[in-house]
């Protein structure tokens, strides 16, 4: 069977949060399939570093400093991204983060801070790239958490947060269906990123102690990225409104 359908040949597609981690494989991986990728985070250093990778491959990347919180900032991303390439085929909300507290603990800056970056970010985002993909439809892949899916002790803002996103590739799904744009959204386990493994060792943990999945591991970016790949492009032309799990299995395994 060929593997043509997998192809994001001729394609643009954004990828927030680019700059590292999951964001970064998934930038690597869209590139080899033949896609123009645009950066778009915060840190522009981080940004600069992944495009020199992509193009070294002979990708075709347009580094945006973005902070997806602020919808000025997204517009303006976006314009410059219409004015570059003249289409937008993809999106990947993929920016986001966490912080650890006790749900007692949570302030309303910190409160604020993990909803507005890991929901109202990708909200901003899908709504900005709404009028380019609704002439010529789209795909919009949301990166969400086990989190949002079960009990987890000191990150309540963050799975709630991430558990909305989910929601909200529902009721985008069911309300874009009809310009031909399909969202859906990977809701990843613990992923063996830059992050995690300076989260373990200023915890005092061992980023390769096993963890409590079936797999006994963390995940690998990139295959964070595969299952993107497959959202984004053609493979998966009869989904929309879907979270699939990759997490390497129930707890406890």
Known sequence: MSDARF?????????????????????????????????????????????????????????????????VNVETMVARVVAEYGQIDVLVNNAGGNHRMNAVEVTDQLWDRMVNLNMRGPFLCSQAVFGVMSKNGGTIVNI???????????????????????????????????????????????????GFIRGRRLSGGDPEAPLDNALRRPGFPEEIAYPVLFLASEASSFMTGETIAVNGGPRGG
């Open 144 to 194: 969400s958490s086990g989190a949002a899916n079960a009990g987890a002790k000191g990150l309540m803002p963050y799975g709630t947060a991430k558990a909305g996103l989910q929601q909200m590739t529902r009721m985008l799904a069911t309300e874009w269906a009809e310009y031909g744009i399909r969202v859906n959204c990977v809701a990843a386990g613990t992923v063996k990123t830059e």
């Open 7 to 71: 192809s994001l040949e001729g394609r643009v597609a954004i990828v927030t949060g680019g700059g590292t981690g999951i964001g970064r494989a998934i930038a690597h991986l869209f590139t080899e399939r033949g896609a123009r990728v645009v950066l778009a985070s915060r840190k522009v250093e981080n940004l600069e570093r992944v495009a020199a990778e992509l193009q070294s491959i002979g990708g075709s990347v347009l580094v945006v400093p973005t902070d997806v919180r602020e919808r």
